[in-house]
């Protein structure tokens, strides 16, 4: 298995508040992403990151920001937690565009 | 955008059996690939198979193999000698490695049970 780590596993916190995800691999690779899950839609893309420092937009980027200062961690934070975005939040990691991503076990998150 | 459409929500198998689960996905690209995930209770992801467009064979993977449409674009999975274990939630996904978003389109999963 590819080695990525997601943390926590399990989170639950209040409407508003900051909430920050941390993903991390030993694979040294170059692109990483987040992911969410919910019923009804498969995984939607929030963001993702090619390299240290840059990062861009997915498919559902309002009310999440990212960073990654290094190749083996990518932060996703909730600058202030919604209900909307309870949700399983999956990370990932590819060697580049052409290739398959991996997935990390993914963190729930429910906000009350 | 491209969209990947997963018609069957739920679908049962007897064990030893036979099961084809069904994609579709919309695309005006040439060249790009193609992917089914599962994702057990324990809710990993983890990639069944993989396809690039460009190749007109079919690709398989022990009991798992698909049959890819590309004119039609479809995508489907076929699992023979299904076992418990396959047991899972599987998504079909789609990726243009040449899009500036490098973004990765899912479905909305088709849950198998395989039952004994």
């Known amino acids: 298995d590819a080695g990525i780590t997601q943390s926590p596993r399990h989170k639950v916190t209040e409407t508003g508040t900051p909430v920050t995800l941390r993903c991390h691999q030993t694979?040294?690779?170059?692109?990483m992403y987040w992911y969410r899950q919910d019923p009804g839609h498969g995984l939607r893309l929030i963001h993702y990151?090619?390299?240290?420092?840059?990062?861009d937009k997915g498919e559902v980027s309002d009310g999440y920001s990212v960073s990654r200062s290094k190749t083996e961690d990518f932060l996703l934070t909730l600058e202030s937690a919604t209900s909307s975005q309870t949700s399983v939040y999956f990370c990932?990691?590819?060697?580049?565009?052409?290739?398959?991503?991996?997935f990390g076990p993914g963190t729930r998150l429910t906000v009350t | 955008a491209q969209t990947v459409t997963q018609s069957q929500p739920e679908m049962s198998v007897q064990e030893a059996e036979t099961v084809t689960l069904s994609c579709t996905y919309d695309?005006?690209?040439?060249?790009?690939?193609l992917f089914w995930y599962k994702q057990p209770p324990s809710r990993q992801m983890i990639l069944v198979i993989r396809?690039?467009?460009?190749?007109?064979q079919n690709a398989t993977e022990n009991r798992f193999s698909v049959n890819f449409q590309k004119a039609a674009k479809s995508f489907s999975l076929k699992i023979s000698d299904s076992q418990l274990g396959d047991t899972a939630m599987y998504f079909c996904?789609?990726?243009?490695?040449?899009?500036?978003?490098?973004?990765?389109?899912f479905g909305a999963g088709t849950r198998l049970t395989v039952k004994p």
């Open positions: 990932a990691i590819s060697e580049s565009a052409v290739h398959e991503q991996y």
């Open positions: 694979e040294n690779h170059r692109y």
């Open positions: 990151s090619y390299g240290v420092k840059d990062t």
């Open positions: 695309t005006s690209e040439n060249n790009y690939y």
């Open positions: 396809q690039e467009a460009y190749k007109q």
């Open positions: 996904a789609f990726m243009n490695p040449f899009d500036i978003n490098n973004d990765m389109r």
